[in-house]
């Protein structure tokens, strides 16, 4: 097997590469190991159908919970997070 594992048909965007449409993503030891428009399922162990779905290569989720224990113990001081003095 080439890869661990295949994501199908889902809608890629990866602006680095100027991809925005179906393509399948294969993944290989935790890593993007190629990304095409079509990838044979038997070349991985596993295969996802994710048709629908927004495939984001490499995105990295930058969120931040901003009112400090507005969500439990979570959270940061808006006027530090925005490096702001009251």
Known sequence: MLYDLILRGGRVIDTAQSLDGAYDVAIREGRIAAILPSIAPSSARETIDVSGKLVLPG????????????????????????????
């Open 59 to 86: 995105l990295i989720d930058t969120h931040a919970h901003v009112f400090q224990y507005v969500t439990g113990r979570f959270g940061l001081e808006a006027a530090k997070a925005a490096q702001q003095e009251l």
